[in-house]
């Protein structure tokens, strides 16, 4: 993965290689319009931001892509295992703003579909011989649930997708050397059969980092995507203040950016 610039974005771009048919990447906190401590480019429709910044920015993600803003689609996320599957065209995208859900999964080109991360792992998921997209916001809940197998899973069941055909990046997150988690988050890894000490490093006192990338990549490998066809960044939003927002790092008054992808 690598930083570029769209318009007025900044994002770090997942390169999908031997693809054409979408666009995909994770944004920066840079060139948007809200004020501290949200400066600049807040997505984040449940922060407490002025709703008119964030539809500010959430204009300027699209229209650097040359899109309405009104093809950008969101949904209200739980950090739960509910997934929202679009496989017809939808005039008004707005009324999926309010449905619960922590994936998307699409076939329907010229909708960009987005999840919206401060900490949590944003993963886009592509099966480019089906023609299929998926984002997935996997937080330690999440991932424990293991939310981003089972939108593979649904991408086989409903569309047919081969795992091993699908293309998957995991965008940054918070890493291991900021996250610091506690006995009930690994007893929930524990209890969905991931290995934990595959993905976690004990810190004492009952304390573990927690190195969600690697968690997810995990997952996908057992779900069958292909280990060559997963790519994930190693920035961390805590550790890079300059590019990310971060909840474990400034609380409550942060921003989130979003990890997008679009079928072109």
Not at 247 to 261: E, N, S, W
């Amino acid at each position: 993965m690598q930083m570029k610039r769209k318009g007025r974005i900044q994002y770090v771009e997942a390169e999908f290689e031997g693809t054409s048919c979408s666009i995909q990447g994770f944004t920066t906190r840079h060139e948007g319009v809200s004020r501290p401590p949200y400066n600049s480019l807040n997505l984040g429709t449940t922060t407490l931001d002025q709703p008119h910044n964030i539809e500010g920015n959430r204009n300027l993600l699209t229209r650097a892509f040359g899109l309405q803003q009104n093809s950008l689609l969101t949904v209200r996320q739980t950090h739960g295992s509910d997934i929202l599957l679009i496989d017809e065209h939808n005039d008004d995208l707005s009324h999926f703003a309010t449905i619960e859900a922590d994936a998307i999964i699409t076939d329907q080109p010229g909708i960009m579909i987005a999840v919206t991360v401060a900490d949590c792992a944003p993963i886009l998921l592509m099966d480019p011989e089906k023609k299929v997209i998926a984002a997935v916001h996997a937080g330690w809940k999440g991932s424990a649930m293991a939310l981003a197998g089972k939108t593979v899973e649904w991408m086989h069941a409903i569309f047919g997708s081969d795992p091993a055909a699908i293309k998957a990046a995991i965008g940054p997150c918070i890493k291991s050397c900021c996250y610091e988690v506690d006995l009930p988050v690994r007893q929930a890894f524990s209890q969905s059969g991931i290995e934990w000490d595959k993905v976690a490093v004990e810190n004492g006192n009952g304390r573990w980092r927690l190195d969600m990338a690697e968690a997810n990549r995990a997952i996908l490998l057992k779900t069958g995507v292909r280990e060559e066809s997963i790519q994930f960044s190693d920035l961390c939003v805590s550790c890079h203040r300059e590019l990310f927002f971060s909840y474990r790092r400034d609380g409550v008054d942060t921003g989130r950016q979003a990890g997008f992808i679009m079928l072109v």
